[in-house]
């Protein structure tokens, strides 16, 4: 008997595109595990999460599906200031107190103030996420 979760993205969603993350309603972190894009924009879909034989699919209501794998180890904070994206060996203090850096390059400008962030243990490393951009970035930690 296939296993199913229920839930609904917690905030915004944009797609999917290769590495996308996923915070969830419910609390769990899932990230996309098939190759694959797609661009929508919907506010706090629903979606359900079905396990089969150890692949977990995700399907977003009048969106589509793609594969996913749980997120087991991440880390929800928020930069402490100002933020203007990141441009190659980029720092992020954390209002936690954690300092993170940019571990390979990549340009993304957005600016905001204080925004959340989601670290969370890929495939390839620590990644992180911050609230209102489309892509994450692979990040080290350095205190």
Known sequence: MPQVIESDIDGRFFGWHGSTVFKLANGQVWEQDAPGRIRQFAYRPDLRITEIDDVHLMQIDGIGSVRVRKVRDFIESRIDGVFHG?????????????????????????????????????????????????????????R
Do not use: C
């Not at 936690?96 to 103030?113: D, E, I, K």
């Not at 970035?137 to 350095?142: A, D």
């Open 86 to 142: 990141w441009d190659g060996r980029t720092v992020f203090p954390l209002v936690n107190g954690q300092v993170w850096q940019q571990a390979a390059y990549a340009y993304r400008y957005h600016y905001a103030y204080l925004p959340e962030v989601l670290l969370y243990l890929s495939k390839d490393g620590w990644r992180l996420k911050v609230d209102g951009v489309h892509e994450s970035v692979t990040v080290t930690r350095i």
